[in-house]
C-alpha cells in the first residue's frame, strides 16, 4: 500500500521544540520531492517548505524559516520537519506530500501539533 504516515504532533508548551516524521511505504522516498504544509483551524493550507531528493539544501518559506527546517533520511524512506521556539500560532494539522517523478502526488494524514501553556 502507498502512503505516507506523519507522526510526532502532540501538545508542547510555547518556546519549546518538536520534531515531526514523515515515512513512507510502499514506495520509495528517496525519488521524490518531499513537502510539510500545516493547516490551522479555519485556515487554508500553508507551504512551510520542501527537500529535493538530493536533500542538501532544503527550501523553507520565509516566515518559518529562522524556526523551521526540514531534512531526509533516505534510508529510513523518511522526512523530518523539525520546528523550534514553537508558539501557539503554529498550533495546526501538520501534513507532508510526496510529489513523485511518475504518479501522483501522495498525502499524509496529518498530525496535530498544539501549542498551549
Known amino acids: 500500500q502507498v502512503q505516507l504516515v506523519e507522526s510526532g504532533g502532540g501538545l508542547v508548551q510555547p518556546g519549546q521544540s518538536l520534531r515531526l516524521s514523515c515515512t513512507a511505504t510502499?514506495?520509495?522516498?528517496?525519488?521524490?520531492?518531499m513537502s510539510w504544509y500545516r493547516q490551522a483551524p479555519g485556515k487554508g493550507r500553508q507551504l512551510l517548505g520542501y527537500i529535493t531528493t538530493g536533500g542538501d539544501s532544503p527550501d523553507i518559506l520565509e516566515f518559518v524559516k529562522d524556526r523551521f527546517t526540514i531534512s531526509r533520511d533516505n534510508g529510513k524512506n523518511t522526512v523530518y520537519l523539525q520546528m523550534s521556539s514553537l508558539t501557539p500560532e503554529d498550533t495546526a494539522v501538520y501534513s507532508c506530500?510526496?510529489?513523485?517523478?511518475?504518479?501522483?502526488?501522495?498525502w499524509g494524514q496529518g498530525t496535530q501539533v498544539t501549542v498551549s501553556s
Open positions: 506530500k510526496a510529489s513523485r517523478p511518475a504518479g501522483r502526488d501522495i
Open positions: 510502499g514506495f520509495n522516498l528517496g525519488t521524490s520531492v
